[in-house]
């Protein structure tokens, strides 16, 4: 059965997230995307231009889906209810290393302008809505952002699936603190 144009982007997006994923911007490889979604090199030009739109794309298409979660996670609440659950959702998207290592790698690439501006907007977007939903400070919600790329990073060094004391530690820090903003907010 032949796949429709959107099939075929949908197929590139999620080859190209797990490409970049493991090796960033500059060490993926646009043939092996093409390969993994049974497209052709040309094609997956035609669909994306270049390689980094194809990045900027994969990126967006997974910030966009954060910031979903949030959204749906926090709709109809307000406060402590609101961040307990958008800080659930977040921990349904740690369990995805490939969108996990993608933040990582977008955050470390911000000397480029164009991914350093698609990256404020996200921040901000998120930011916007963490506050309009919780109706918290600026430390509570600093303080979220805060544990959250921590663990953020800690997924990336798998220190879940490898713990180790140090980062149990850092865990339990993330746990203990975040429950202390909630509290004297």
């Avoid at 993926?28 to 390689?51: H, M, N, V, W």
């Avoid at 600026?138 to 490898?162: K, Q, R, Y």
Wanted: charged share 30%; with cysteine; glycine share 8%.
């Amino acid at each position: 059965m032949r796949q429709t144009a959107d099939e075929r982007r949908e197929a590139v997006l999620e080859a190209a997230l797990h490409e970049f994923a493991a090796k960033g911007l500059h060490g993926a490889s646009t043939d092996e995307i093409a390969r993994a979604a049974g497209i052709s090199q040309p094609y997956l030009f035609r669909l994306f231009g270049t390689k980094k739109e194809l990045y900027l794309a994969t990126a967006r298409e997974t910030t966009d889906a954060l910031y979903s979660a949030f959204e749906r996670a926090s709709r109809g609440k307000h406060g402590d209810e609101a961040l307990s659950a958008m800080r659930d959702a977040y921990s349904v998207i740690l369990l995805d290393r490939d969108r996990v290592m993608l933040q990582l790698k977008c955050w470390s690439t911000c000397d480029d302008p164009d991914l350093r501006e698609q990256a404020r907007a996200t921040w901000r977007d998120l930011v916007e809505l963490v506050e309009q939903r919780s109706g918290l400070g600026p430390d509570v919600v600093a303080g979220f952002f805060s544990n959250g790329v921590m663990l953020t990073i800690l997924t990336g060094l798998d220190a879940f699936t490898e713990p180790t004391p140090w980062a149990d530690r850092l865990v339990e820090g993330c746990r203990e603190n975040f429950g202390r903003s909630l509290a004297e907010s």
